[in-house]
Nanobody, 115 residues
Framework: QVRLVESGGGLVQAGGSLRLSCAVS????????MGWYRRAPGKRRESVAI???????DYADSVKGRFTISRDNAKNTVYLQMNSLKPEDTALYYC?????????WGRGTQVTVSS
């Protein structure tokens, strides 16, 4: 059974930083797309940062230069370093793994940025 567990969210002032972690069990990252999405109140879920199966990283335009996705294959963990946070980054952040035509999601971790 594949399980994704996010952590690291919280309340931070604008300009601050947070580091999200996503621990994956039941699967490795080979051949997978792996990354982060978010859903802000009243908005649709959007892609934030994704590792593709070809190791290409795709960032949303709104986070380029501020967020960095990374992973530790040995720990089966994906990270999202978020710097220069803005109030508009406030959202529930989800970890996602797409592999072998399956789509797995964590329950999310809340990030709230105060102005």
């Amino acid at each position: 059974q594949v399980r994704l567990v996010e952590s690291g969210g919280g309340l931070v002032q604008a300009g601050g930083s947070l580091r999200l972690s996503c621990a994956v069990s039941g699967s490795d990252f080979s051949g997978a797309n792996m990354g982060w999405y978010r859903r802000a109140p009243g908005k649709r879920r959007e892609s934030v940062a994704i590792f593709t199966s070809g190791d290409i990283i795709d960032y949303a335009d709104s986070v380029k230069g501020r967020f960095t996705i990374s992973r530790d294959n040995a720990k089966n963990t994906v990270y999202l370093q978020m710097n220069s946070l803005k109030p508009e980054d406030t959202a529930l952040y989800y970890c996602n793994l797409k592999k072998s035509f399956n789509d797995y999601w964590g329950r999310g971790t809340q990030v709230t940025v105060s102005s």
